[in-house]
């Protein structure tokens, strides 16, 4: 017998192994999704790699949350994101949860698998080739990438391009559709070919001039107001700093709070979705000299709403991607280049100044609200209610004053969002509130936060949803129970799909579609293998052990029953869906809505 022949026909791995042995190169540890026929060579090569120490497994109970487990997982470690399914209803379970991460700009391989090549056109079971359900044709709509690997010579190369295309900015999904037959056949090679981490690194990029020329802006002007967009994480703390030496007020836009500290005293709350009268405030400030909106895509539920004259004439747009410039294309100035590297720069120019000029700020007094911040609520004195049902106002007053300041917040579309946004205050800047409000899928918060935990189980970890979006995927728990993680659910319960009964009340709409039926999801979650409990009044919220429950080694689902009549802070959502209709029939609809609030 030749030995080193056979030593050698041992080392030899298959294309299913060399796609893991590239995700163990970029650290990746975790591959989200569930199994099935087509993606059994796949999850044959994870379970060999778990066996090595290598990446491994982790199987949702849906596609689509199996998606936002891959989000989640970036979200907490910034390593990219993997999700696979099997063909056919496999991938297209997978759309809403790739999309979602589109939008917000998330990093993810989503690894689909097709029938075997001889099968292609054939009639075979889930076949979704180009000749039946073309699954690359529909992901082209949503993905930065997107191929088919027709032949085991392309696979290597087309998934390096697949993973260079998924960091670089703006960071997106990519997809892979490989035929179950491909994944099967022998590499020949004991390990890849290339080392990917120095293509996949994002070099510095900076334009000096257009930096130069926004430093200048910045000294001929005294009142300055910053806009933080939700990709601001690599300089948050920068930009804070040069809020600090300007001083000069800040505000967010809802997914890019979880950048700030909300007690700082010169910030001035969200504006836009769910905002705060305290952030409007400012932009009808005549002083205004300069807005500085860095990390934006300044959309509808931003700044995206200011007057044309002030986007147009006193905006200075800072973001890493050209394609963002898209929606301020008549601002004052554009600078393009990476947060970090621009902040250096103009804090160390502006810190050179510092003896011989101090900037005024806008006189905007702002007194300290019930959660310690100095934005101004709607119905602050609700904050403190011991009501019962339990408000929402309260309920977000709680958590705001007495969870870990670690605590990673998942929270869900729907009412919960308006809730979150307008009373739940961190003091955190590091990006621990999160929000999918980019594409607002239902159920997100569920999935993504499942995979926070999953690499970071010693954190707390809380998600707030409401309970017609826990009814469409409550069974992701499962996976939660299954790997001990001490998350802590949140139901908002009030038997309603809330953002539809209230927006049907604001704008006089037909109240329809809204209704659920009571249920004790409490019991649910016993059932599922969680911890289970109903909460009516703030003392039973007050009376918990969240020690024991942030350290379980199991979820624990908090059935919360709110004031069902309490109208959330969305007006300017309602507000928005009417501006179609304005322009369309020359009516002006928001006239006639019922403002319940001042959003």
Known sequence: MNISATSSKLDIIDHADLIVKYLEQLGVEYVFGVPGGAIEPFYNALARSERAGGPKAIIARHEAGAAFMADGYYRETGKLGVVCSTTGPGATNLITGVASASVDKIPMLVITAQTALPKFGKRSLQDSSETAIDTVGIYKNFTKFNALVSHQLQLESKLISALIEAVQSPKGPVHLSIPSDILQLPYLEPNPNVHVNYLMNNASLEDISAVEALIEEIISCDNIVLYLGHSCGRAYQAIEHLAESLNAPFVSGPMSKRWVNEKHPLYRGVYGYAGHQSAREIFKDSNIELILAFGTTITETGIGSLPEEILNKKLIHIDSSVESFSRSPMAKLHVCGHL???????????????????????????????????????????????????????????????????????????????????????????????????????????????????????????????????????????????????????????????????GQKMSRAESIGWQLNPVDFSLLAIAQGANGKIIQTPQELEALDWNELLHANLPTVLDVRIDKNETPPMMGRVKSLQQGAVFLTGTDIATNINIDNND
Not at 419 to 428: D, P, Q
Request: aromatic share 10%; charged share 15%; hydrophobic share 45%.
């Open 340 to 502: 970090d590297v621009v902040m250096n720069r103009v804090n160390n120019r502006i810190s050179q100044l510092s003896w011989q000029k101090t900037w005024q700020g806008l006189e905007i007094n702002c007194q300290q609200n019930e959660l310690g911040g100095f934005t101004t609520l709607i119905d602050g004195d609700k904050c403190l209610s011991d009501a019962h049902p339990i408000k929402p106002q309260r309920l977000m007053a709680y958590l705001s004053k007495n969870m870990p300041i670690d605590t990673r917040f998942f929270i869900d579309a729907g009412n919960s969002w308006a809730w979150a946004t307008h009373y739940l205050n961190t003091e955190s800047n590091a990006g621990y509130y999160r929000i999918g409000m980019g594409f607002g899928s239902m159920a997100w918060s569920i999935g993504a936060v499942i995979g926070s935990a999953i690499a970071a189980k010693s954190k707390p970890h809380i998600c707030i949803v409401g309970d017609g979006a826990w009814q469409m995927s409550s069974a992701e728990i499962g996976v939660a129970v299954q790997h001990q993680l001490p998350i802590v659910f949140i139901i908002l319960n009030d038997a309603a799909y809330g953002m539809v009964k209230f």
